[in-house]
């Protein structure tokens, strides 16, 4: 009679459960899987019948190249993030919680300027008499200006300011809770403040520095406002090919093949890193 008490509790807690989240659910099905499944149903549609012509199309060399491109941008910011934002990450990890806070305000305040108007300012000062050029040909340290927009170079330098505080911050929470304790029994023990580092501090941050390289990652494949601005046109990601499908040919069909072959890239990438370590623990789940 117990036993069937507790049944029947447990249902009504899981039915109440499904009723709280249902608005959420709903919100999410409304916003997310419905213009999801829509285009992809554009993807198999080519003049009202169901096709996979707009798969075979992008099945070529020139797409391959943009993903290609689109990847290796992507891996390269994410690395760069990884070595510059790892040691600020452990500074402020080691300061006392004020002055971590304060560094943490320097670290947020990019979020507080709008997005293009960032991307417009790094043109402003990548740009060949902007200031950089500029300070460095007063200083003489070049004679003629760089070319550090409209190509490569400045795709990078853009995307790495704008993505760097998506690297910093689940970096700083992993190191931050680290216990130090673990760093003295080391020392304890005879280890040298390098090795401590590598054999007992990093190991333990590796869920900071997997869940911040997977975020940064993941936003660098569909980013587009900064290589479009900074790429000048010649930095072509797969995000920009989907805006020129869509925006300047009105072929959604081709445009949304684009889309579902890169989410399905995406989730890819999330169910192989699954299988390494669960996706919950790297971001604080237990």
């Not at 050029?133 to 200083?139: C, E, H, K, P, S």
């Not at 853009?158 to 029994?185: C, E, K, Q, T, W």
């Not at 190991?203 to 406002?225: D, E, N």
């Not at 299988?275 to 971001?283: G, H, K, T, Y």
């Amino acid at each position: 009679m117990n036993a069937e008490a507790l049944r029947r509790d447990e249902r009504r807690e899981r039915i109440s459960i499904l009723g709280l989240s249902f608005p959420a659910l709903a919100v999410v099905t409304l916003l997310v899987f419905i213009p999801v499944g829509w285009l992809f149903w554009l993807s198999l549609i080519d003049g009202g019948e169901l096709s996979l012509i707009h798969y075979r199309r992008i099945a070529d060399a020139t797409h391959f190249r943009i993903f290609w491109l689109t990847f290796e941008i992507s891996i390269l910011v994410t690395a760069l993030a990884l070595l510059l934002g790892y040691p600020l990450a452990y500074l402020m990890s080691q300061l006392s919680p004020r002055w971590a806070g304060v560094c943490m305000i320097f670290v947020l305040i990019p979020f507080w300027t709008s997005l293009l108007v960032r991307t417009y300012a790094w043109l402003v000062l990548l740009q060949r008499r902007g200031l950089i050029n500029q300070t460095l040909m007063d200083l003489g340290i070049i004679s003629t200006p760089l070319r550090l927009v409209h190509n490569y170079t400045g795709t990078v330098i853009g995307m790495l300011h704008i993505m760097l505080p998506f690297m910093i911050l689940p970096l700083y929470a992993a190191l931050r809770s680290v216990d130090a304790n673990y760093m003295r029994a080391a020392a304890n023990m005879g280890a040298s403040p390098v090795r401590a580092f590598w054999t007992v501090f990093f190991p333990l941050s590796m869920p900071g520095v997997i869940a911040g390289s997977l975020l940064v990652f993941i936003l660098s494949l569909g980013f587009y406002v900064t290589p479009a601005l900074l790429g000048g046109g010649r930095v072509m990601m797969v995000s920009m090919k989907i805006q020129q499908n869509a925006g300047l040919y009105f072929d959604w069909g081709a445009a949304s093949a684009l889309g579902v072959v890169l989410l399905a890239i995406t989730f890819a990438i999330f169910a192989l890193l699954g299988r390494v370590m669960r996706i919950e623990r790297l971001f604080g789940g237990r």
